[in-house]
Nanobody, 120 residues
């Protein structure tokens, strides 16, 4: 079994920064794409950013230039550096990963989520 555990959420003032981390553990041969999604109250879950194993990134328009996704393959960890935060960034942020437990199998996993609140 594979687990994704997020950390780093919290309360921050508008214009502030937070850094989210997500560590994958368990039976892992390799991890392909990793990403961050978010869900605000009453809204659908939406993509924030993704990163391939090789480091290619993709961002939602509403975070491009403010958020940076990165990963450490040796530590099975993905990060989300969030700068210039706005109240509308308030949401539960979820980590997602395509994990290969063996060379021939791939499954998609979600973390439990971490709350980010941007408020003065």
């Amino acid at each position: 079994q594979v687990q994704l555990v997020e950390s780093g959420g919290g309360l921050v003032q508008p214009g502030g920064s937070l850094r989210l981390s997500c560590v994958a553990s368990g039976r892992i041969f390799s991890i392909n794409n990793m990403g961050w999604y978010r869900q605000a109250p009453g809204k659908l879950r939406e993509l924030v950013a993704t990163i391939t194993r090789g480091g290619s990134t993709n961002y939602a328009d509403f975070v491009r230039g403010r958020f940076t996704i990165s990963r450490d393959n040796a530590k099975n960890t993905v990060y989300l550096q969030m700068d210039s935060l706005k109240p509308e960034d308030t949401a539960v942020y979820y980590c997602n990963a395509d994990v290969l437990p063996t060379i021939a199998t791939m499954n998609n996993y979600w973390g439990q989520g971490t709350q980010v609140t941007v408020s003065s």
